[in-house]
Nanobody
Framework: QVQLVESGGGVVQFGDSLRLSCAAS????????IAWFRQVPGKEREGVAV????????YYAESVKDRFTIAKDNAKNTVFLQMSNLQPVDTAVYSC?????????????????????WGQGTQVTVSS
């Protein structure tokens, strides 16, 4: 079984930066992907970014691709989400998710159903 623990959320101001971490532990596959999703109350969960442990290939949502960077540390089984130029619309609960379905992720990485393990989430609040 795999467990995910997020950290790094908080309250920041418009234009600030923040780095989220997602630490994976347990029975981790050799090749896997970890994605970040975010959710605002009353709205559907949105895929933010994903990265593959195999080759580091990453995909981003259009709304964040010029401001967020996803990175991995395979030795520590940790994935980071570096968020820059944060805006109030980025306020949400950010959760990381784990999947071993790498081929499918290239076209469906933003689909919640492709992920089998989820973290508990961390709140990010951006004030204007």
């Amino acid at each position: 079984q795999v467990q995910l623990v997020e950290s790094g959320g908080g309250v920041v101001q418009f234009g600030d930066s923040l780095r989220l971490s997602c630490a994976a532990s347990g029975d981790i596959a050799v090749y896997y992907a970890i994605a970040w999703f975010r959710q605002v109350p009353g709205k559907e969960r949105e895929g933010v970014a994903v990265i593959s442990s195999a080759d580091g290939l990453a995909y981003y949502a259009e709304s964040v691709k010029d401001r967020f960077t996803i990175a991995k540390d395979n030795a520590k089984n940790t994935v980071f989400l570096q968020m820059s130029n944060l805006q109030p619309v980025d306020t949400a609960v950010y959760s990381c998710a784990y999947s071993t379905l790498l081929p499918v992720l290239r076209t469906r990485w933003y689909e919640e159903s492709e992920y089998s393990v989820w973290g508990q989430g961390t709140q990010v609040t951006v004030s204007s």
